[in-house]
């Protein structure tokens, strides 16, 4: 169950995120209901979110190792 929790699972939500945020290659046709244009940076909508998470975690490793005492 372990193993499942570990490995599987996660596995399985990138898979399935990729497949649902992948984007038109230049060249396939636009399916009905659907922008043809391609947004200009995925990224920037989630600067500031990912901006968090990078200061959560080195504040988070560096506790870590701190109370280790390398």
Do not use: R
């Amino acid at each position: 169950m372990k193993f499942i929790i570990k490995k599987v699972i996660p596995v399985f939500f990138i898979v399935v995120f990729g497949l649902f945020n992948a984007q038109n290659t230049p060249g396939t046709p636009c399916f009905p209901g659907e922008p043809c244009d391609k947004p200009a940076s995925p990224i920037d909508m989630h600067v500031y979110v990912l901006a968090i998470i990078a200061i959560i975690t080195i504040a988070f490793f560096a506790k870590k190792y701190k109370t280790q005492k390398i």
